[in-house]
């Protein structure tokens, strides 16, 4: 896996004219950069997700991976460039987890060659990575939230992406998967970009935060600069409060509703 550069330019969109439920943004990520994106219920952080993934066709601007405009490359080789691991679950509730993580092998397929062998080394070392192995043969219909959650971040793994989009990836994780996941996901060697409820995990995970608001950027920085009182409290509308966590002297944020 090697990681790309993502560089945003202006984008926006609307599902029609007189709507636009996200405006113009623009950053750029170098490879190998970590990018939390929060925001409020409904401030257009999906929205923005499913431009970067191409489900959405921005209304404006480009999207330029390693330099190239991603709605100029084919839906095939985007999807060997791009991975996302999102809220909504596949309904393929019968195949088993193996056959669901080998899925993330379908955009790499050549019809010339045979590399299945390859195919098999890389899924497994998926499974292995989301300790999902003793779950391998089990139908996905009968795994828990968490579980199905680690399986589509294995078949996201197995695709093998320079940028890896994550919808709130820790969904349905207790907190010692949660851990493991961005833990797993801080080590790949390729760009991320990745929705957070969690202010303070995504302060601690992310290299770069971007904070939307009702469909705006409203900052865009570094953890340290952005996930200040002054913009949570005018993202999320509530009172927060910086602390300092000993003995760590780590940042961490609490709220309250407004008095
Ligand atoms: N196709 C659509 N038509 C109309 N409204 C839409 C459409 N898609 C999204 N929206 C609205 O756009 C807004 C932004 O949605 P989006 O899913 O991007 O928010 P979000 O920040 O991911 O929210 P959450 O934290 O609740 O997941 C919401 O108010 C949503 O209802």
């Given at each position: 896996m090697t990681a790309a550069s993502l560089k945003i330019r202006e984008i926006s969109w609307g599902p029609?004219?007189?709507?636009?439920?996200?405006?113009?943004?623009?950053?750029?990520?170098?490879?190998?950069?970590?990018?939390?994106?929060?925001?409020?219920?409904?401030?257009?952080?999906?929205?923005?997700?499913?431009?970067?993934?191409?489900?959405?066709?921005?209304?404006?601007?480009?999207?330029?991976?390693?330099?190239?405009?991603?709605?100029?490359?084919?839906?095939?080789?985007?999807?060997?460039?791009?991975?996302?691991?999102?809220?909504?679950?596949?309904t393929d509730f019968a195949l088993t987890v193996r056959e669901i993580v080998a899925l993330g092998r379908r955009p790499h397929a050549s019809g010339f060659s045979s590399p299945a062998g390859r195919d098999q080394v890389i899924v497994t070392k998926a499974l292995a990575d989301m300790q999902l192995q003793g779950l391998q043969n089990r139908r996905f219909g009968t795994l828990s939230g968490g579980e199905r959650q680690r399986a589509m971040v294995a078949r996201a793994l197995a695709q093998e992406p320079k940028l890896l989009v994550l919808d709130e990836p820790t969904n349905h994780l207790d907190i010692r998967h949660q851990l493991e996941i961005l833990e797993l996901v801080r080590g790949l060697p390729v760009t991320v970009v990745t929705s957070l409820h969690d202010l303070n995990m995504a302060a601690s995970l992310c290299d770069t935060v971007l904070v939307l608001a009702g469909g705006y950027p409203l900052a865009f920085g570094p953890p340290s600069q952005v996930i200040t009182p002054e913009h949570v409290d005018a993202a999320f509308a509530v009172q927060s409060r910086l602390e300092l966590l000993q003995p760590s002297g780590q940042p961490h944020l609490t709220f309250s509703l407004p008095s």
């Open positions: 029609s004219k007189g709507l636009t439920l996200l405006h113009p943004v623009s950053f750029e990520l170098v490879p190998g950069d970590c990018l939390g994106v929060v925001g409020a219920n409904g401030a257009g952080k999906s929205t923005l997700l499913r431009l970067i993934y191409r489900y959405l066709k921005p209304r404006t601007g480009q999207i330029l991976l390693d330099e190239q405009d991603l709605w100029r490359l084919s839906a095939r080789q985007a999807a060997q460039k791009v991975a996302a691991v999102l809220q909504e679950q596949p």
